[in-house]
T-cell receptor, first 117, second 110 residues
Framework: GAVVSQHPSRVICKSGTSVKIECRSLDFQATTMFWYRQFPKQSLMLMATSNEGSKATYEQGVEKDKFLINHASLTLSTLTVTSAHPEDSSFYIC?????????????FGEGSRLTVL | LAKTTQPISMDSYEGQEVNITCSHNNIATNDYITWYQQFPSQGPRFIIQGYKTKVTNEVASLFIPADRKSSTLSLPRVSLSDTAVYYCLVGLYNFNKFYFGSGTKLNVKP
């Protein structure tokens, strides 16, 4: 199947710093990518939808100035957690959509675990 | 939104067949149903996708009734390594979004 790669897989940072997570579709072009966050023993929560060449669409309750998303090319989307605080510690997962509409298939990255001290 | 509902958890023993049902009462006409498996600290992994009736691949079968308001993932002869959380996902056709439900934590015992 298609491959989506996330980097870094783990990151530890100090409170107040910014962290960037990259999501790449390695063998297909993805017009649309999604960012999720997952707290321990909970389901994945959709944060935002990232469309190549346009602004991301954020879900209700997700601060767009806190979680900056850039989708500058058809194979790369980045999530920057700005001025991170301990409550931002979570597992962040990206996915890329191959195809579209109801028939599209999502391919997920390996996830990035962020720990803010 | 095409909200999904699944049992929170299920227990099984090695070698048994496991059926996990997901309800999605307001699925849209063009939505497909996809099931994913997730191990701790990993991204979800695709298992199977279908639109109606029955789909089978090398790891699972997916049964979808005519009204498409539910679907059942069938895992034949589970092993300990099948212990994971299983999610059914229904695409929101018009807005091209995918929301996860609570998932089903399958615990396979020896």
């Amino acid at each position: 199947g298609a491959v989506v790669s996330q980097h870094p897989s783990r990151v530890i940072c100090k409170s107040g710093t910014s962290v960037k997570i990259e999501c790449r579709s390695l063998d297909f072009q993805a017009t649309t990518m999604f960012w999720y966050r997952q707290f321990p023993k909970q389901s994945l929560m959709l944060m935002a939808t990232s469309n190549e060449g346009s602004k991301a669409t954020y879900e209700q309750g997700v601060e767009k100035d806190k979680f900056l998303i850039n989708h500058a090319s058809l194979t790369l989307s980045t999530l920057t957690v700005t001025s991170a605080h301990p409550e931002d510690s979570s597992f962040y997962i990206c996915s890329a959509l191959m195809g579209g509409g109801g028939t599209g298939e999502l391919f997920f990255g390996e996830g990035s675990r962020l720990t803010v001290l | 939104l095409a909200k999904t509902t699944q049992p929170i958890s299920m227990d099984s023993y090695e070698g048994q067949e496991v059926n996990i049902t997901c309800s999605h009462n307001n699925i849209a006409t063009n939505d497909y149903i996809t099931w994913y498996q997730q191990f701790p600290s990993q991204g979800p992994r695709f298992i199977i996708q279908g639109y109606k009736t029955k789909v089978t691949n090398e790891v699972a079968s997916l049964f979808i009734p005519a009204d498409r308001k539910s679907s059942t993932l069938s895992l034949p002869r589970v092993s300990l390594s099948d212990t994971a959380v299983y999610y059914c996902l229904v695409g929101l056709y018009n807005f091209n979004k995918f929301y996860f439900g609570s998932g089903t934590k399958l615990n396979v015992k020896p």
